[in-house]
């Protein structure tokens, strides 16, 4: 996953949303769940004092009386952490009492930390406690007595504010493991949930793939609702981009026909008459005959350029060829022999490697004396850059070419022998075609005495 | 020899007529693709010089149509479509040969000589029967290696017999292969052409097969 895609953006947002949010979200429960525990110890403390109050009431109501039944049983064990305690106030005697658990201590007051009491009388306080245990204690004052022998008195009950820290602690652990476990099963679900809605996407690269390399002609995958349309859009275009390409093929054709036939009528026209005029007519025509020839090779090379994924089998190709060939040439009885292996694919249109094939293959045809041998095969290296290559070679028995003359041929309007009938441009229209494709045609010695035309193109895998 | 030209420019079709008529052929034309097919299908022609950009029909379902009714008579298309796909094509609808245009009028008179020879099994461009020669390329005759001095009907006339040298031919096949179509079939220009051959070479050389036809034969006997 690269920073610049469409997966990333989507996690990493996902990412930053879910590192906000989850530590948002534990605070929030933490501080509910602190409330609720604080709440709830309020509540137990406040029923203690609650009970201790009404207890020792019970026992005299001049002087406070020992509670007898608070059942409480942590009063009883000593530095537990709960006690209750009962004091007079103002610096004026009385009994003092206190639970089990205070074993001669005492616990601090909120009225002596100048503590306002609530709505219901009740002043709180966490204070230290004995045995520095941090204490939250709730105090009641209550009046025994009436007149002058009315005395205050506090009545206070402590809790361990430790038991809350504990609780609270274990929850903060708990907690932030859980959390983690939701962020990390969050993020695992973002990423699926990433890649599998990115899916279709990944689907329409491979299938545009396979239409760029020929496999396919059309995009024909099942989409998605919302991006369907973005298929039927691209189809449309290819068929679009193939629709021109076959316009302008038409074009060039009937430009051709157009051209040409009025062409030979001059020429033919012009021959039979021996004047200077004549004969000036006759060259000029024959150059503008030429002329016609390459500016047509040219647009219908410049028509191909930026058509999509075509792959040709070379051996329909060059059986068709030969076909022809076989006729043509039928007084010559001449031999053809082809190895061209199935998987053998050029990269490129139809009509072009039948140019270039029949070309090569109508070249050694004339030349040859007996035979005429075709061999495709699959190059690691070729052409004019990386990728797989296929070499087409044609092969004649014929008298072949001076090394001089190799060199020559490609040229373009350079006859390989006015003697021979056709346009002379067979093997600079062949070369300019496998350039076209960043391919090449090199000539040779062939092994079998004539011309090797070794022509390489791109291979389709 | 007959020869039927299909082409719908107007201009390049009298250019072939006449340049066909010249080279010593019986030329029919047509100028659509009707009209070519219904000659091509009723008249015996030697060789078919066949555009196939053409109006009403197109030269590939002419070419195609003829080979499916049998019509075996070689086809040499002439075209501006130039490219192998096309020419692949035309060959695969049962063409003999292709000539792209431009072209050089020589050239393709040669070749529409090579289609003749190859249809009558001959292999060379030099035609031999006894002491009598032929060389289509040059239209010249020797006798015994002398030239031999004929008109265009007499050297016309020589030359299918010597092509189909050493077989019987009609003098219906004589006249439905040396004439156009106009041409008066109850007219005894045969046997008048025939005659004068006769005086220019070994008479016996050409054979009358009564009932049948001639017969051009480099044996001489006593028939």
Redesign the interface.
């Known amino acids: 996953m690269t920073t610049n895609s469409l997966a990333f953006r989507l996690f990493a947002t996902a990412v930053a949303w879910t590192l906000l949010a989850l530590p948002i979200a534990g605070a929030i429960i933490y501080s509910l769940y602190a409330q609720e525990v604080g709440t709830s110890f309020d509540r137990r403390i406040n029923l203690l004092l609650t009970v201790v109050l009404n207890d020792t009431i019970d026992h005299g109501d001049q002087v406070p009386g020992e509670p007898k039944d608070v059942g409480e049983p942590l009063f009883e064990v000593t530095h537990s952490g709960w006690y209750w305690q009962i004091r007079p106030l103002d610096g004026r005697p009385g009994p003092t009492l206190g639970s089990r658990s205070l074993a001669g201590l005492s616990i601090p007051l909120p009225s002596e930390h100048n503590v306002e009491p609530n709505e219901r009388e009740v002043r709180w306080a966490n204070l230290d406690g004995p045995l520095e245990q941090r204490l939250r204690v709730a105090e009641s004052i209550y009046v025994f007595g009436e007149g002058k022998m009315a005395q205050r008195y506090s009545v206070a009950v402590g809790g361990t504010l430790g038991e809350v820290e504990t609780s609270l602690r274990n929850f903060r652990t708990r907690l932030t493991l859980a959390l983690s476990l939701a962020g990390v099963g969050l993020l695992a679900l973002t990423l699926f949930q990433v890649r599998f809605g990115l899916f279709p996407l990944a689907k329409v690269e491979k299938g545009l793939a396979a239409v760029r390399s020929g496999e396919a002609t059309k995009l024909d995958i099942g989409l998605p609702q919302e991006i369907e349309p973005l298929q039927q859009e691209l189809n449309a275009l290819l068929k679009s981009n193939q629709d021109i390409v076959e316009r302008a093929r038409t074009h060039v ?1 009937n430009l ?10 001059i ?3 012009a ?2 008459d021996q004047s200077p005029l004549a004969r000036k007519v006759a060259e000029q ?2 150059i503008m ?1 030429e002329q016609v020839n390459l500016y047509l090779d040219r647009a ?1 090379m410049a028509a191909r350029i930026g058509v999509i994924g075509r792959v040709t089998e070379v051996r329909p190709v060059s059986d ?2 030969i ?2 060939l076989e ?2 040439y ?2 010559k009885h001449l031999t053809f022999s082809t190895d061209c292996p199935p998987g053998a694919r050029f990269q490129g249109e ?2 072009d490697l ?2 270039m ?3 090569l293959l109508d070249n050694a045809s004339k030349w040859a004396r007996s035979r005429v041998v075709l061999a495709a095969t699959a190059l690691a290296q070729g052409g004019n850059g990386s990728g797989r290559w296929l070499e087409i070679r044609v092969d004649d028995d014929g008298p072949g070419l001076t090394a001089e003359q190799m060199a020559d041929p490609i040229i373009r309007g350079r006859r390989l022998d006015e003697t021979k ?1 056709g ?1 002379g441009l067979g093997h600079s229209i062949v070369a300019d075609l496998a350039h076209s494709y960043s391919g090449k045609l090199e000539l040779a010695r062939s092994e079998h005495g004539g011309l090797s035309a070794r022509l390489t193109l791109p291979l389709a895998t | 020899m007959r020869v039927l030209v299909v082409e719908d420019d107007r201009d390049l079709n009298r250019q072939l007529v006449s340049a066909l008529t010249d080279a010593g052929y019986a030329v029919d034309s047509a100028f659509d693709g009707e009209e070519g097919y219904f000659l091509g299908e009723t008249e015996p022609y030697d060789v078919v010089i066949l555009d196939t950009g053409l109006p009403k029909m197109d030269g590939i379902s002419v070419l195609e149509q003829w080979r499916r009714a049998e019509r075996k008579m070689p086809v040499i298309i002439l075209t501006a479509r130039d490219r192998w796909s096309d020419k692949v094509t035309g060959m695969d609808a049962g063409a003999d040969d292709y000539v792209a245009k431009p072209f050089h009028m020589e050239e393709l008179l040669a070749r529409i000589r090579a289609q003749v020879r190859r249809a009558s099994g001959h292999a060379k461009s030099d035609l031999e029967c006894g002491p009598l020669r032929l060389d289509t390329k040059t239209a010249r005759v020797t006798l015994n290696g002398q030239p031999v001095k004929l008109t265009s009907h007499e050297y016309r006339l020589l030359a299918y017999l010597m092509h189909h040298n050493e077989r019987v031919v009609s003098r219906t096949e004589l006249v439905e292969h040396l004439y156009e179509q106009d041409f008066d079939r109850d007219s005894n220009t045969i046997e008048v052409f025939i005659g004068r051959l006769r005086k220019k070479i070994p008479p016996d050389m050409i054979k009358t097969i009564r009932g049948l036809g001639y017969r051009l034969s480099r044996e001489v006997d006593d028939n």
């Open positions: 054709g051709a026909h157009a051209l040409k036939t009025p062409l030979a009528v020429v033919n026209e021959r039979d025509a024959q005959g219908r068709s060829i076909r022809a006729r043509i039928r007084d139809r009509q039948e140019e094939l029949g070309n009938p346009s």
